[in-house]
């Protein structure tokens, strides 16, 4: 009996000349292909005159086809993990049979392919040296909260994922949780109608309320910058001594001396008295 194995395999997310080559391969010699939507990837099969046999693999029913698909595995099968578009297991089903395979030493492979989050990133113009993927934000209180007290003070720019009616009202949130931050709103990527928003988030909000929405989205929204984190530093000493101030600055990692400086400079003193003022602490 042959080897059994998994392959998580990328689909395009909208052209399906984006479909690699080694990804055909895949779903050519796959025994079974296991689909979020079976109908969606029967387009796509068409697409490449391949007929396999289909089988639903989604979010309901994540946990129990896993483990089917385990078994087929372990009968000498070769499965093909696709999704509607991008690459399972990043905000769509896979992620759970990766799981398994590691807890029961089964063989799987993961297809490198399409996915929205560097297209959009790299579209965006914003910092892509460190970023965050976020996913789409959620719809309960409790946990919109915790996303933002987790992100506020992120200077890495962030992606999110976010479907046409709820467009504007994340708008209108990361603008108010986060300030008006730059942004880049990316609509129908690789798509006939592929459109790239990018400003302010209040300008992009206005364009989108006179535009009207259609298709999918993705969101770069640049981190907290220096500037940002600078003039809230200012504000933290207005209410202190010169003593505190100096205190402050020295515990978040400047010396005695460079301390001395900045309480100088940010408070329009001459040095020499901040200097008298710290010759007193001990720190």
């Known amino acids: ?25 895949v779903l050519q010699n796959a025994d079974i292909i296991a689909a979020e939507d079976t109908r969606q990837t029967l387009k796509l099969l068409n697409h490449f005159s ?21 078994d087929y595995v372990e009968k000498g099968k070769v499965i093909a993990i696709v999704t509607d578009a991008g690459t399972p297991g990043i905000s769509d089903p896979g992620a759970v049979i990766v799981e398994k395979c590691i807890e029961n030493n089964i063989n799987f492979e993961v297809l ?13 113009g914003l910092d892509t040296t460190k970023f965050q993927f976020r996913g789409f934000i959620s719809r309960e209180t409790k946990e919109r909260k915790k996303l933002f ?23 209108s949130l990361l603008c108010e949780e986060l300030g008006n931050r730059r942004i880049a709103v990316c609509r129908e990527l690789t798509k006939l109608h592929e459109e790239i928003k990018r400003g302010r988030i209040k ?32 504000e933290k000493w207005r209410d202190l001594t010169i003593e505190e101030h100096i205190i402050l600055l020295v515990k978040e990692g400047l010396s005695k001396k460079e301390a001395v400086k900045k309480v100088a400079k940010d408070r329009s003193l001459e040095r020499n008295i901040v200097y008298k003022v710290s010759t007193e602490l001990e720190i």
């Open 112 to 124: 490198p392919g399409a996915t929205a989050i560097t297209t959009a990133l790299v579209y965006s």
């Open 1 to 25: 009996m042959s080897e059994g194995k998994v392959f998580l395999v990328p689909t395009p997310i909208g052209n399906l000349k984006d479909m690699t080559l080694r990804g055909l391969e």
């Open 149 to 171: 007290q987790d992100i506020r003070e992120v200077t890495e720019s962030l992606i999110f994922y976010e479907s046409p009616h709820r467009l504007l009202s994340t708008l």
């Open 50 to 70: 391949i007929r396999k046999t289909l089988i639903s693999y989604h979010k309901h029913n994540e946990q129990t086809k896993s483990e089917e698909i385990l």
């Open 203 to 234: 300008e992009v909000i206005e364009y989108f309320s006179e535009k009207g929405i259609k298709g999918e989205f993705v969101l770069v929204v640049e981190g907290k910058q220096q500037e940002e984190i600078e003039n809230e530093n200012k």
